[in-house]
């Protein structure tokens, strides 16, 4: 668990840099000229908008991990996400642009999150106690606690399945280079932090999970890179295919493996929902907020941007992804036996 907070920290400010470098110079492209009517956006137009909420998701996400899965780290990363997006319609409505206001952004926003960290640090000094088990607890010296574990299951979870939607991220043109280059370096994003939660929350760190944890990586980047491959509107199945492999890794980093050897039938159950549950969830929250809540209008008004054409939908895919994300972590962030149990 010592690489945890690093890597956590390291990856919660590349979310930072990445959100940034979204917000001034790949949002602009996505803000269409001129008032009248027949010029309004159509569907995926704030693509940009999407890839940096997804962004901003990230960095508590890499806070969870910075914890280690302590509540104490995760109810106010969970505050800061929230500031941070009522922060970003307020920035998107100022219309920043250039490599000056990249930087300017950029290091603003890696010192809230240094100062959001420092707070953190200070109050677990203060009010942490000895968490080491003793003989009694039955657990191995180092082992995460298991509603700790259930919080960094839950993280790579959603992870996982954002990783899906920046991996599918479409535009109305879908011709445009920032778009390719925006969604994969998200979804790249995206799935170091699911594999580093999944294995902060594995029992323990050893050689055949690190290897599991490299495999699993290197696999789901180059299923990235098939779905951005593949024509728009024919990116169904290899999305599909990501999100099993990569939510049923998830699985297996993070769930006990009791005799040193997985419950192989446990994670053939966790693959057939993870083939299944992402795009049954992804469609079940996209319906209604296309039908009867406009969030996505509602986000693309507060930042002064044109709305999208009544012929057609202001999808917010982000958010989906996040509802759908936390109905990935309610099946699957059960890394112990006894939490696998309850589901009976």
């Not at 944890?213 to 789901?220: I, M, P, R, S």
């Amino acid at each position: 668990m010592r690489f945890a907070r690093p890597v956590g920290l390291l990856l919660s400010a590349a979310a930072v840099v990445l959100w940034a470098y979204g917000m001034t110079t790949w949002q602009p492209l996505t803000e269409p000229l001129g008032p009248w009517s027949e010029h309004l956006p159509g569907n995926n137009t704030y693509w940009a908008r999407d890839l940096r909420f997804m962004a901003i998701m990230a960095v508590p996400l890499g806070l969870v991990l910075a914890g280690r899965g302590l509540m104490r780290w995760g109810g106010p990363a969970v505050v800061l996400g929230g500031c941070w997006v009522a922060a970003d319609v307020a920035i998107d409505r100022a219309d920043p642009i250039g490599s000056d206001a990249t930087v300017l952004l950029a290091v603003a926003g890696c010192a809230v999150l240094g100062v959001v960290t420092a707070l953190l640090l200070w109050w677990e000094r203060r009010t942490l106690p000895a968490r080491e088990p003793g003989t009694s607890s039955g657990r191995e010296r180092g082992t995460p606690p298991a509603s700790d574990r259930r919080v960094l299951t839950g993280a790579a979870c959603v992870a996982g399945v954002l990783t899906l939607v920046a991996a599918a991220m479409e535009s109305p043109t879908d011709r445009e280079p920032e778009l390719n280059q925006g969604a994969l370096v998200t979804a790249a994003l995206l799935v170091a932090v699911a594999v580093g939660a999944a294995l902060a929350a594995a029992p323990a760190r050893t050689r055949v999970r690190v290897g599991l944890a490299v495999g699993l990586t290197v696999v789901a980047l180059l299923g990235v890179g098939l779905v951005r491959a593949t024509a728009p509107g024919t990116r169904l199945l290899p999305e599909v295919a990501l999100g099993a492999v990569l939510l049923t890794g998830v699985t297996l980093l993070a769930w006990d493996w009791p005799g040193g050897r997985p419950i192989w039938w446990h994670h053939a159950l966790a693959a057939l929902i993870a083939l299944v549950g992402p795009v049954v969830f992804l469609v079940a929250t996209a319906i209604p907020m296309m039908i009867m809540m406009p969030v996505g209008a509602t986000f693309t008004a507060l930042a002064g941007n044109s709305p999208i054409h009544a012929a057609d939908s202001d999808l917010l895919a982000s958010l989906a992804g996040l509802l759908s994300g936390l109905g990935m972590a309610v099946l699957l962030a059960r890394p112990s036996v006894e939490d696998r149990r309850q589901l009976r």
